[in-house]
């Protein structure tokens, strides 16, 4: 967790070991991933797909915006956007369990 929060954007396992290994607990990748799974599991952090990597979560209902030309993450409240969510879902005969918001775009500076 430590070094999710330090980097400040999402990483991925790969660069998570990499950066362990500065460290006094090195840990390979399989490693990252089962702790990943964990921590996931208990709402600490969040899969970014758009990125194949992880940020940290910290409980709350998070969607993210990541610019496809920088690769700056954009952090926002997912919260009332669940709800328009479910209800689209509801009426095509589906029960969301897990919604995960994540929009691609360009940010501010590459949009310029």
Do not use: H, K
């Not at 956007?81 to 689209?88: K, P, Q």
């Amino acid at each position: 967790m430590a070094v999710l929060r330090q980097a400040g954007r999402p990483l991925g396992a790969y660069e998570i070991a990499a950066r362990s290994r500065a460290t006094a607990t090195p840990l390979a990748a399989n490693q990252v991933y089962r702790i990943l799974d964990r921590l996931a599991a208990r709402g600490d952090v969040r899969r970014v797909a758009l990125l194949s990597a992880y940020m940290a979560a910290g409980g709350e209902r998070l969607g993210v915006a990541v610019c496809r030309r920088c690769g700056a993450v954009a952090r926002f409240d997912s919260a009332p956007w669940e709800a328009a969510i479910a209800a689209i879902c509801n009426t095509a005969g589906f029960s969301p369990s897990a919604p995960t918001i994540e929009v691609s775009g360009l940010c501010a500076e590459c949009a310029d």
